[in-house]
């Protein structure tokens, strides 16, 4: 059974198990959680110090009130953030992808990481901005270039999971084709609350995790990693081919169908194709001025990822949208 840890202020917490089961149930949800006593103040000196985990996982403390927690994001940074794109079938099909999709991977910076329910700030340049609820990967242990990670080896990698929303300035995206800048701004990865560290037995119910997001209330993204197109074990290998990552560090794997942006029809792409760069971006985004799912100062998003048993539950984030002043 997966175990549940949070970030505060005031240092390391881990949510009572009888509480998520006492939520899971119907009840009126009633977390508690019981302080971590160690001296860790980052993600990577926390996953080096599980026996204080363990020991305050098996506290019999009644706890403090979770909702009296200022949660923080429970990945600390600097660390490296790298993501997966177009990896789930859905977000294919929106996106307008054919075939087979090569592996593709980005970086993000992680001075984009924020708490949970840390207000999302929407630059006064972006127009667009898109969300995309995604399961994050928190490594414990070195991945060193040239590593080869079958399914066996998830627990000896990876030490956890977090929900994160990969916010994205689709504006700046797609007209300077750049990744890191469109998706690298302060409060651009909500992450949290909880960070589900796992035991070996927990890696068997990966695909059955559930990955939704709503805006104000309504629905916009809901499938299960079943819909993924490259799982964790292929992706730490293929990134693993020219890239390190460390405890501590992130990776993003993909968000499901159910974005703001998806791709024009076939015919209005091909003669698209024919435009010269500013004359087509300059259509395609007065097209898209007119579609109401993009984000906008005031709309409230919650995500949440679990499977459906509770076995693993990454808790719910939510966020307001705000625009900067």
Same mark, same amino acid.
């Given at each position: 059974m997966s175990t549940n840890?949070? %970030?505060? @202020? !005031?240092?390391?917490?881990?949510? =009572? *198990?009888q509480a998520l089961d006492s939520a899971r149930a119907g009840g009126t949800p009633t977390e508690h959680a019981v302080r971590i006593e160690t001296k860790a103040v980052t993600t990577a000196? =926390? =996953?080096a110090d599980r026996d204080a985990v363990r020991e305050a996982a098996a506290s019999t403390d009644s706890g403090t009130p979770v909702v009296d927690l200022v949660a923080l994001p429970p990945v600390t940074t600097p660390c490296r953030v790298v993501a997966q794109m177009v990896n789930y079938r859905s977000h294919a099909k929106d996106s307008g992808f054919t075939g087979d999709i090569p592996p593709t991977f980005f970086r993000k910076a992680s001075g984009s990481v924020s708490g949970p $329910? !840390?207000?999302?700030? &929407? @630059?006064? $340049?972006v127009k667009f901005l898109d969300y995309e609820v995604e399961l994050g990967l928190v490594m414990g242990a070195p991945l060193p270039v040239g590593t080869v990670v079958e399914e066996s080896d998830l627990p000896r990698y990876v030490a956890g999971l977090v929900l994160t929303n990969d916010v994205s300035a689709r504006d700046v995206q797609l007209t300077k084709t750049q990744f890191y800048e469109?998706?690298? /701004?302060?409060?651009?990865?909500?992450t949290g609350p909880y960070l589900a560290l796992l035991e070996p037995e927990d890696f068997a119910h #990966? =695909?059955? #995790? &559930? +990955? %939704? #997001? !709503?805006?104000n209330g309504v629905p916009r993204q809901d499938r299960t990693l079943a819909d993924m197109i490259v799982r964790p074990a292929q992706a730490l290998t293929l990134l693993a081919r020219f890239q390190t990552l460390d405890p501590g560090d992130l990776l993003l794997t993909g968000t499901p169908g159910g974005t703001a942006l998806k791709a024009p029809p076939a015919p209005v792409a091909k003669i698209s194709a024919l435009l010269p760069p500013a004359v087509k971006w300059k259509a395609f985004f007065?097209?898209?001025?007119?579609? *109401?799912? /993009? +984000? &906008?100062?005031? !709309?409230v998003i919650t995500a949440t990822i679990a499977t459906a048993d509770g076995r693993i539950d990454l808790g719910e984030q939510r966020t307001a949208v705000a625009d900067a002043q």
């Open positions: 840890v949070l %970030r505060t @202020p !005031d240092g390391w917490w881990v949510v =009572l *198990p000196e =926390l =996953l $329910h !840390d207000t999302i700030v &929407r @630059p006064s $340049h469109s998706k690298s /701004y302060p409060t651009f990865t909500p #990966l =695909l059955n #995790l &559930r +990955l %939704r #997001l !709503d805006v007065k097209g898209q001025a007119k579609n *109401p799912l /993009y +984000l &906008r100062g005031g !709309d």
